[in-house]
């Protein structure tokens, strides 16, 4: 027998190890172009100045303006892509994304009334949405349960259910709170941009670099649980604790992008299709996720800047109208 | 027995509902052992009890000695190996990279590949009769080498004891013989331990050096084939009349069903 043949896997096959440098080469792209485009003109020149310390009114604009901008949607697209590559995987349904079960509408809850009850502050709006997406994770989680089982449609269901009380609940809150407040509440739930500091870029960005190694690390467990509990356990992985730990941190960074930039749909739901797509392999895409998210976003923030600077076009919209063109576009091109 | 797969007072249930109540189990290393019974007996669940898939409610699993339930995960998972009744390849995975996941328990958490599993998956690959097909998609495969796949994923794990829940099931007779026939090679050619649940009585007797006969969650009967199977235990287990002649091929017990209605050819 020869078995020099088979010295295979399990290489990062290498369709998958392309495709993520291909996209991580796209989000360096989109990220510099983003960095150049505004009123000001801003070249390659003046980011060294930035980093050389020199106070040129370039380099603030750039330190000040567009990279903070640039850093929340490049960290809110990779935590959204990386959760909804991980929900998915342990909802065992493409449409267990964080946004279409409820999770970030609960965080836009938590968001609002801290919102609301003391005025926007980056902080303490980001702290608001986490806490409101974990509240609204456990509660979907106990309304699927039954049995001490969660099945994967009755998750979904819960979710959906959950959160369409929750978007009438924000919807009452807008018309409910006083007039300011609820301007300033209703800027965040279209999901924008625009005017994005340190304080908002900050506690996203820390929280990729914290959340995703793990989840990173964790993928291969979960490519592995996908092939079914019982074969997962024979081949000794603690399934269920991986699982409450996988979906818990893909739930927090769900609600992080959330309260950085507000509520971007599809973002979540896309990112892992597209990623499993351009990767084609078995594994859980949680790296290609990330970074499709990432792209995603930063390419969305540009259209909205390039396309429309007059009208100011919010990313949450705009993810809106290109994730619902790419579900009908899916609906159409697949059988059945 | 302190080198097999034991079971004492050994109760398995699901959801307070108890299956299997108060088993004891003696299974020695390095032999065939299948299990029998009707459907619903807790066959299936009693092999669950065995690899940890399931907790007992009451009463101790040993592997050689050492307490199942006190092992870490993957240590057990590095001497045992379960091929459960159902199993998802992910879309588009290819035989290799499915074969190599039966790896898992063995790598560390940031090692990388190694020689040992380079080598496991080969022989895994190999044995099974699959390396030729080791860069095609599993899910173009047909059935019986989809099942061969599996085999191979619980072969690199490179365990002594392997355990099967009816892994013939859904599987022509041909390809179900082939299947019986690798795990008899590896058994004699490996000294795999290997313990199946398979529903053909007579494929049993075929292969089984040992074969447990389980009824409403009790072990009936424990043994050699040619002394277990009687016409009435199988009777008294599945309620069928029948008669136990030797098999013409290899001289193991073979069941044949009397049934109410004889066959029409006889019958004229």
Redesign the interface.
């Known amino acids: 027998m020869n078995t020099a043949a088979f010295s295979l896997p399990p290489r990062l096959p290498g369709r998958v190890a392309l495709a993520n440098a291909a996209l991580a080469l796209l989000c360096l792209a989109l990220a510099l172009w983003a960095l150049s485009l505004g009123r000001m003109e801003i070249g390659p020149a003046d980011l060294l100045a930035l980093i050389a310390g020199e106070n040129t009114p370039q380099a603030r604009v750039l330190g000040g303006i567009r990279l903070p901008r640039m850093v929340t949607a490049a960290a809110a697209g990779a935590a959204l892509g990386i959760s909804g590559a991980v929900i998915q995987s342990v909802a065992r349904n493409p449409l267990g994304s964080p946004d279409i079960v409820g999770l970030t509408t609960g965080a836009a809850t938590g968001a609002l009334v801290q919102i609301l009850l003391q005025g926007p502050s980056a902080l303490g709006t980001s702290l608001a949405a986490i806490g409101g997406g974990l509240a609204t994770a456990g509660l979907v989680y106990l309304l699927a349960r039954r049995d001490g089982v969660v099945g994967s449609a009755r998750l979904v269901l819960a979710g959906v259910g959950t959160g369409a009380v929750l978007a009438a609940l924000n919807g009452l809150m807008l018309v409910q709170g006083a007039l300011d407040e609820a301007m300033s509440a209703a800027l965040w739930l279209a999901g924008s941009l625009a005017a994005r500091s340190w304080m908002h870029a900050a506690p996203v960005a820390i929280g990729v670099l914290c959340l995703a190694p793990p989840l990173l690390w964790g993928a291969r467990s979960l490519s592995l649980i996908e092939m079914g509990d019982d074969t997962a356990r024979a081949l000794g992985i603690r399934v269920e604790a991986t699982r409450v730990a996988m979906a818990a941190a893909a739930v927090a960074l769900a609600a992080i992008a959330t309260g950085a930039a507000g509520p971007i749909p599809f973002i979540a739901l896309a990112a892992p299709q597209i990623a499993r797509r351009l990767g084609g392999s078995g594994q859980v895409p949680v790296l290609g996720a990330g970074l499709t998210g990432a792209a995603l976003v930063l390419g969305g923030d540009l259209v909205t800047q390039a396309a429309a600077p007059a009208v100011n076009l919010p990313i949450g919209q705009i993810a809106g109208i290109l994730g619902g063109l790419y579900l009908l576009g899916l609906l159409a091109t697949r059988p059945r | 027995m302190r080198d097999g797969l034991t079971a004492r007072g050994l109760t398995l249930g699901y959801?307070g509902r108890t299956i299997c109540r108060d088993l004891d189990l003696a299974l020695p290393k390095g032999e065939v052992t299948v299990i029998v019974g009707p459907n619903g007996c807790g066959k299936s669940t009693l092999l669950?009890g065995l690899?940890?898939?399931i907790a007992p409610a009451a009463g101790e699993v040993r592997l050689e000695g050492e307490d199942i339930h006190r092992m870490p995960?993957?240590?057990?998972?590095?001497r045992l190996?379960?091929?459960?009744?159902?199993?998802?390849?992910?879309?588009?995975?290819t035989v290799?990279?499915?074969?190599?996941?039966?790896r898992?328990?063995h790598r560390r958490?940031?090692g990388g590949?190694s020689a040992a599993d380079?080598?496991a998956?080969?022989?895994a690959?190999?044995a099974t009769g699959v390396?030729e097909m080791?860069e095609s998609a599993v899910d173009t495969l047909s059935g019986g080498q989809r099942q061969r796949v599996w085999v191979a994923m619980?072969l690199a794990?490179d365990t002594g004891w392997l355990l099967l829940d009816e892994p013939t099931t859904y599987l022509d007779i041909a390809h179900q013989i082939d299947l019986l026939d690798l795990f008899a090679a590896l058994n004699r050619e490996r000294g795999v331990s290997i313990v199946a649940v398979l529903h053909d009585l007579n494929l049993a007797c075929r292969y089984a050096d040992r074969l447990v006969v389980m009824a409403e969650g009790r072990i009936v009967a424990e043994g050699p084939p040619a002394r277990v199977l009687t016409a009435e235990l199988v009777d008294q287990v599945f309620g069928l009349p029948c008669l136990i002649v030797p098999d013409p091929v290899t001289g193991t017990p073979m069941m044949v069903p009397r049934g109410r209605h004889p066959a029409r050819a006889a019958a004229e």
């Open positions: 959801e669950r690899c940890r898939l995960t993957r240590l057990l998972a590095q190996a379960m091929l459960p009744q159902s199993s998802t390849a992910p879309p588009g995975i290799a990279d499915l074969v190599a996941r039966g898992h328990p958490a940031f590949w380079a080598e998956v080969a022989h690959l190999d390396a080791a619980a794990q």
